[in-house]
């Protein structure tokens, strides 16, 4: 089971971008589908980006596409979301989290039950 941690969070300005990495532990980081979800105070955690183990597919939330970019490097078991044109609403906790789920498509990507493991978070502000 890979550990995971996240970082690349902070506070900005809307408009900003950022780019959040999340670090995977153990050799088998490449089998596993990975996404990000996102949890603002108050609110239930809401799927942001999923990519597919190999990176053949990604799938992302209607309010962050064409802004956000989920990506991915097996070779440094990292996944990386970067975020462009920030708004203040996309201010929450930033969680990392993998999925061994098969087959793996955009439903079962956004849903919170497929994945096995999760990163502890990191916090991304926007101010208006």
């Known amino acids: 089971q890979v550990q995971l941690v996240e970082s690349g969070g902070g506070l900005v300005q809307a408009g900003d971008s950022l780019r959040l990495s999340c670090a995977a532990s153990g050799s088998t980081f490449s089998s596993y589908n990975m996404g990000w979800f996102r949890q603002a105070p108050g609110k239930e955690r809401e799927f942001v980006a999923a990519?597919?183990?190999?990176?053949?597919?990604?799938y992302y939330t209607d309010s962050v596409k064409g802004r956000f970019t989920i990506s991915r490097d097996n070779a440094k078991n990292l996944v990386y979301l970067q975020m462009n044109s920030l708004k203040p609403e996309d201010t929450a906790v930033y969680y990392c989290?993998?999925?061994?789920?098969?087959?793996?498509?955009?439903?079962?990507?956004?849903?919170?039950?497929?994945?096995?493991?999760w990163g502890q978070g990191t916090q991304v502000t926007v101010s208006s």
């Open positions: 990519i597919r183990w190999n990176g053949g597919d990604t």
């Open positions: 989290a993998a999925s061994t789920r098969r087959p793996f498509y955009s439903t079962s990507a956004a849903g919170a039950r497929a994945y096995d493991t």
